[in-house]
T-cell receptor, first 116, second 111 residues
């Protein structure tokens, strides 16, 4: 089975510019997650989708970050405008169903974002 | 607020050694605990998932234990190999809440 696909792998932008990341989850996975992983830290959840609806976006900085999951399949995460502290790896993950059925999350390789 | 701590932060061992990685969490009312592996420049790979009602899970040379009452989990790696070199992350989940991750233990296995 194909894994979680993310693009681009790397992105370098200047502060105050905008950037977008794309994620395609494993086929059939209803739940999609975006995480931010700062160097030396564990991942932190930004937003969780169940199909095309938002389940949890409590830790998403909504003044600059936005995400959508059209048609309940692939998803995009956008930052506008970017700040220096947004430098991190952005990981996308998916799981079959978020119904406390103990299904593990499957992660993509991430997008490494550097803000100059 | 749930906090997850992993000790040690880094570990270097010779090939063939058995080793233990530690994870502790402050809120024992968890639903499950997962151990992940992360290679440099890569995403996370789920290694083992332990439900709150379980005491341990095994996969090959890996064994993870869970003591929910004391807020601790250990990941035991038998007969370590250079290919085991990676960062190992522990994460806990409480109901319909996000996974809370530790900062990880960076393991180097020297040939």
């Amino acid at each position: 089975e194909a894994g979680v696909a993310q693009s681009p792998r790397y992105k370098i932008i200047e502060k105050r510019q905008s950037v977008a990341f794309w994620c395609n989850p494993i086929s059939g996975h209803a739940t999609l997650y975006w995480y931010q992983q700062i160097l030396g830290q564990g991942p932190k959840l930004l937003i969780q989708f169940q199909n095309n609806g938002v389940v949890d976006d409590s830790q998403l900085p909504k003044d600059r970050f936005s995400a959508e999951r059209l048609k309940g399949v692939d998803s995009t995460l956008k930052i506008q405008p970017a700040k220096l502290e947004d430098s991190a790896v952005y990981l996308c993950a998916s799981s079959s169903l978020d119904s406390l059925d103990n299904q593990p999350q499957h992660f993509g390789d991430g997008t490494r974002l550097s803000i100059l | 607020k749930q906090e997850v701590t992993q000790i040690p932060a880094a570990l270097s061992v010779p090939e063939g050694e058995n080793l233990v990685l530690n994870c502790s969490f402050t809120d024992s009312a968890i639903y499950n605990l997962q151990w992940f592996r992360q290679d440099p420049g890569k995403g996370l790979t789920s290694l083992l998932l332990i439900q709150s009602s379980q005491r341990e899970q095994t996969s090959g040379r890996l064994n993870a234990s869970l003591d929910k009452s004391s807020g601790r989990s250990t990941l035991y790696i038998a007969a370590s190999q250079p290919g085991d070199s990676a960062t190992y992350l522990c994460a806990v989940r409480k109901g319909y809440t996000p996974l809370v991750f530790g900062k990880g233990t960076r393991l180097s296995v020297i040939a």
